[in-house]
């Protein structure tokens, strides 16, 4: 039988793989013929820094996303001619885009543990690219139901991690994004909080989609409220993220976050009758009335700790009564608890019916509590502008005696 020869291109050359992806890339989506031409033009220069910037763009661009196969096409027939030649963290950030394109998610973990692989044999081999790849399977084992699987990737996630002396910021949102997920997942909402936190301080929030910066906003609000031994909200309070929550259903949460970084019980009760059925609405803080009553009446006394000078912090127990509500014999266990969570340091002296706190757990503040300290500042200058007169004035005659 007569031996067909392979497919010529125009001109008569042979068709590569490369040249063979691309004439079909452009015939079969002509929407996409100009990108897939400029993809070519750069691999034949071999402009590998530029071809990978397009690469970038045509992954991220819709037409691509929506035509089914051509992200992965692209990946196995043409990035993979030149991948030894590129960015290997570019690779890593690639290939987690396109792994989404796998019907199920134990096919999109088979194709990431062959990009790991092929990592670990590329020319400039990083860790930072194969723990990027690594964070992305930990979170698709996560929504497959394989919670040990996801937790020891992240544990040896968050290992490698602390390992690396200048990481780059993409790589360290993505271990701190799985752990996250992973402490939501279990309602550890104290840890989803910090890891939440450490995300947003490698990402921008104005670069996630709006409904994901409703979402973590959402998140972070509520574990903030109810994580354990969480007691500052000025760190996500003055975050732009939680800016998404103005105008939509959730911004009653913002305000509570206000509320209680104020320590405000008053405004608190009023918001419980104001937002009732949105409180209600959330069973998790049904669930844990008790325990948001109890931080912020901690966070009530922190306030009136805050508002008094440093030099004379001595408070009386029926003030703090009066402030937070509570009877006596309930100021004594709120003063205990917040001494045992270590937000102050201090000696309670039931005899005279007082607290001396000689320490206060530092927090962020905000505007309002910084015009306080601006405040406090001014009074404290003059203080000693009046102290350096009158030591000037009673030092003078002796000065001139002496003279």
Request: net charge negative; proline share 5%.
């Amino acid at each position: 039988a007569q031996r067909l020869a392979p497919p010529l291109l125009g001109g008569g050359a042979m068709a590569t793989p490369v040249a063979a992806w691309l004439a079909e890339a452009a015939s079969a989506h002509p929407a996409l013929a100009e990108k897939v031409s400029a993809l070519g033009e750069l691999h034949d220069k071999k402009l590998w820094h530029e071809l990978t910037l397009e690469v970038e763009a045509f992954v991220a661009s819709p037409e691509a996303k929506a035509a089914k196969g051509m992200l992965l096409g692209m990946y196995n027939r043409f990035l993979s001619d030149f991948q030894d030649r590129i960015n290997p963290l570019k690779l890593a950030q690639v290939a987690v885009a396109v792994s989404g394109e796998h019907a199920t998610r134990p096919e999109a973990v088979g194709f990431l543990d062959g990009v790991t692989a092929k990592l670990a044999e590329h020319k400039e081999p990083t860790e930072e690219s194969a723990l990027y790849v690594r964070m992305h399977v930990a979170l698709l084992r996560l929504h497959e139901g394989e919670a040990g699987a996801c937790k020891q990737l992240v544990e040896e996630g968050s290992a490698s991690l602390d390992k690396l002396a200048s990481p780059d910021p993409a790589v360290s949102a993505s271990v701190h994004f799985a752990a996250a997920q992973l402490a939501k997942s279990k309602q550890d909402f104290a840890a989803f909080y910090r890891s939440a936190l450490l995300y947003l301080a490698y990402t921008q929030a104005e670069s996630l989609p709006p409904a994901t910066q409703l979402e973590l906003a959402t998140d972070l609000s509520l574990a903030a409220l109810l994580g354990e031994n969480v007691y500052n909200f000025g760190e996500l309070l003055a975050h732009p993220l939680l800016q998404s929550l103005v105008g939509t259903s959730f911004e009653w949460l913002k305000r509570v976050l206000e509320v209680f970084h104020a320590g405000d019980l008053h405004a608190y009760d009023e918001l419980c009758m104001a937002y009732a059925d949105q409180l209600n609405a959330q069973p998790a803080l049904v669930a844990n009335e008790r325990k948001l009553r109890e931080k912020i009446t901690i966070l009530a006394l922190m306030e009136i700790i805050f508002q008094l000078p440093s030099e004379d912090r001595v408070i009386s127990l029926e003030q703090i009564a009066e402030r937070t509500k509570l009877p006596l014999d309930g100021v004594e266990f709120l003063l205990m608890k917040t001494l045992s969570v270590h937000l102050i340091e201090g000696i309670i002296d039931q005899v005279a019916g007082t607290v001396r706190v000689s320490w206060v757990q530092p927090r962020v503040l905000l505007v309002p509590q910084i015009q306080e300290l601006r405040s406090r500042l001014d009074g404290w200058t003059e203080k000693v502008a009046t102290a350096v007169a009158s030591f000037e004035s009673e030092s003078s005659p002796e000065i001139m005696a002496a003279a």
